[in-house]
């Protein structure tokens, strides 16, 4: 098989345990998506060529996966999913903003698709509204620690996880960086009659995206007010009063500088 540009045998694939030599920089970001990738590698050392050094790496890839299962239970509780296009360059993100709307409805989630260019953390900390961000992008720009985020940001492969029903993942195997290796994957479907708990919650699971087309299904009108977005909001936007003030006089303003305007005692 391939992976991050490179042939592996199926023998590390299917092997308990492996041990890896790799020859480059030790700080290289291949390095961590490798040891999540093949799990098994119970121990990691790299040449590094231009210094002739050897440096022997703890594998703590068990430790990381079970992070990406808190985050893909947190694109599961959420209601409105961010999917952030990293770069329009990467083959087939066409065909891949297409699948994960096709999740998205599946799972009841609202999406908005999002370019930012290079992704940094006051540009997504815009998107107060987004509970959940899923990044599209290469293998080597997944975000391995959003700690920094003021929301998740997570892979294609965990958005996968969390809203394909016919996808199943338990940090248990092999992590993807690739979305390509599972861009053409049966999506599956959820039954209305399967409950759905929250292991980060502990409440079941509702989504108001079913319950608003089961209402237009039936005909039904559904009323939208524009101030019930902004109840919940600590900032509602510009103050609009000042037009039904009564106009001011016109008066001579300040003349001066900021050190000191006219109006202003004098100091020695």
């Not at 210094?51 to 996966?65: D, K, N, V």
């Not at 599946?106 to 961000?133: E, T």
Request: with cysteine; net charge negative.
């Amino acid at each position: 098989m391939c992976c991050f540009g490179r042939l592996v045998s199926q023998k590390v694939c299917k092997a308990s345990s492996t041990q890896v030599c790799f020859v480059g920089d030790p700080a290289s970001p291949l390095v961590p998506l490798w040891l999540m990738s093949f799990p098994q590698c119970s121990s990691l050392i790299s040449f590094d060529p231009q210094s002739s050094s050897w440096t022997e790496h703890r594998p703590q890839s068990w430790r990381e996966l079970r992070k990406r299962l808190f985050l893909i239970e947190k694109l599961r509780d959420a209601h409105t999913v961010g999917l952030v296009v990293g770069s329009v360059s990467v083959k087939g993100h066409t065909e891949a903003v297409k699948r994960v709307r096709e999740l998205c409805k599946v799972a009841g989630k609202r999406l908005y698709v999002i370019s930012v260019g290079k992704v940094n953390v006051p540009k997504l900390s815009n998107f107060v509204d987004i509970d959940v961000f899923v990044l599209l992008s290469c293998p080597f720009g997944v975000i391995l620690d959003s700690t920094e985020f003021f929301r998740p940001v997570l892979s294609m492969f965990e958005a996968e996880v969390a809203l394909n029903p016919s996808k199943k993942w338990f940090g248990d195997s092999r992590w993807c960086a690739d979305f390509s290796e599972f861009l053409n994957d049966v999506i599956g479907f959820h039954d209305s009659d399967d409950a759905d708990m929250s292991l980060i919650t502990g409440k079941v699971r509702s989504s108001r995206l079913h319950d608003f087309d089961a209402m237009t299904q039936l005909g039904q009108m559904v009323a939208y007010h524009t101030e019930d977005y902004f109840k919940n909001h600590s900032w509602q936007g510009l103050d609009d009063g000042v037009r039904l003030d009564e106009p001011t006089e016109i008066r001579e303003g300040r003349t001066g500088t900021a050190l000191g305007y006219d109006i202003e005692p004098r100091t020695t």
